[in-house]
């Protein structure tokens, strides 16, 4: 094995430790298969919800592009994304609880736009296929 496969191998396990082997965006469900691992970056990141001072263990998986999304709105609602640790317990406090509204705010929108997919695609199936409804797996 040469170097640089090595080095990918290595990325790869640091990656599947840390966010798990088959994470996705918890906002976009985006995921990184393994055979884009092997030509470029993960698009799976992890996110400190309350900024890495106020919370380093609070962390949420999210493709790239919606982790420069969260960031920015985090930033615009005063979550302080400093690595300064000599922060109080009120103020990591105040940190964990703004990042945490703020990202449950976008899930919660997110969540409203797949149930209103869902609720078109049931409307499509009863108009072409009324009979799923009669399957096993749509009375579980």
């Known amino acids: 094995m040469d ?3 090595l080095e990918q191998d290595v990325r790869k396990a640091l990656r599947a430790r840390r ?3 088959d994470d996705c965006c918890v906002l976009c469900g985006e ?9 470029r ?27 420069a999304i969260v960031t920015e709105a985090q930033r615009d609602a005063g979550v302080d994304l400093t690595h300064e640790q000599a922060r109080s317990l009120l103020d ?3 940190g ?5 509204a703020l990202f449950f705010a976008l ?5 409203e736009q797949w149930a209103e997919k869902l609720s078109c695609l049931i409307g499509a199936l009863d108009a072409r296929y009324p009979a799923w409804r009669s399957l096993p797996e749509a009375t579980q």
């Open 96 to 100: 964990v609880l703004r990042g945490a």
């Open 3 to 5: 170097a640089k496969a």
């Open 92 to 94: 990591r406090l105040e």
């Open 31 to 39: 995921q990184s298969p393994d055979c884009l691992l092997r030509v």
């Open 107 to 111: 899930l919660a929108a997110r969540l």
């Open 41 to 67: 970056r993960s698009l799976l990141e992890g996110h400190h919800l309350a900024g890495v001072a106020s919370d380093p263990t609070l962390l949420v998986t999210l493709c790239r592009n919606c982790h």
């Open 19 to 21: 966010l798990g082997a």
